[in-house]
Nanobody, 125 residues
Framework: EAQLVESGGGLVQTGGSLRLSCSAS????????IAWFREAPGGEREGVSC????????DYADSVKGRFRISSNSAKNTVHLQMNALKPEDTAVYYC??????????????????WGSGTLVTVSS
């Protein structure tokens, strides 16, 4: 059974950095698109970034472009989200998710096949 486990969340001051990791198991990693979503307190789930593992195609939400960077390590079945210049509005539970996409791909939350349980990122002002 496929499993996604996030790690790396925590408390950081405005302007600081965090690196989130998503470790995948039980799936053929290079046939998936891995995405990061976040959900702020009282807010809706928002797409942050995604990467198509087989060719490295990447997308970012406008709100994080230039500050966040997604990367993958196929040898370790892991996707990282490097978050720099963090702002209080980045405070949220961050989830990674996987979409089985051997041909096309999607970064939409309704396309995801598997989800992690989330990791909390808190940015203090």
């Amino acid at each position: 059974e496929a499993q996604l486990v996030e790690s790396g969340g925590g408390l950081v001051q405005t302007g600081g950095s965090l690196r989130l990791s998503c470790s995948a198991s039980g799936l053929t990693f290079d046939q998936y698109t891995i995405a990061w979503f976040r959900e702020a307190p009282g807010g809706e789930r928002e797409g942050v970034s995604c990467i198509r593992i087989r060719d490295g195609t990447i997308d970012y939400a406008d709100s994080v472009k230039g500050r966040f960077r997604i990367s993958s390590n196929s040898a370790k079945n892991t996707v990282h989200l490097q978050m720099n210049a963090l702002k209080p509005e980045d405070t949220a539970v961050y989830y990674c998710a996987a979409d089985y996409s051997p041909f096309g791909s999607s970064c939409r939350s309704d396309a995801m096949d598997y989800w992690g349980s989330g990791t909390l990122v808190t940015v203090s002002s």
